[in-house]
């Protein structure tokens, strides 16, 4: 079972994996904002980041999900759904 602070630095981790060069951009953010409009990352970028949180926790995330899971927070949310 994954804390929230555990799933937030998961989903943080992951999306710096994924997209290095906005790394530090995603600490400053509003965790409820759209993540990939506010990056400015595409769908390669959202799926690679689901196939990240999925490799690191054992969550699995179906494709369908992905639209929901578009901020920092939705992603947490899921998360601990999941692990809990």
């Known amino acids: 079972m994954l804390?929230?602070?555990?799933?937030?630095?998961?989903?943080?981790?992951?999306?710096?994996?994924?997209?290095?060069?906005?790394?530090?951009?995603?600490?400053?953010?509003?965790?409820?904002?759209?993540?990939?409009?506010?990056?400015?990352?595409?769908?390669?970028?959202?799926?690679?980041?689901m196939t990240q949180l999925t490799e690191r926790t054992g969550v699995d995330i179906p494709e369908r999900d992905y639209p929901e899971l578009r901020s920092i927070e939705s992603l947490i949310a899921h998360l601990l759904r999941s692990t809990g």
């Open 3 to 49: 804390t929230t602070d555990q799933a937030r630095a998961t989903v943080v981790e992951a999306i710096a994996r994924v997209a290095p060069d906005v790394a530090d951009e995603i600490e400053g953010l509003d965790p409820s904002v759209d993540l990939w409009d506010a990056l400015e990352l595409d769908s390669m970028d959202h799926v690679n980041v």
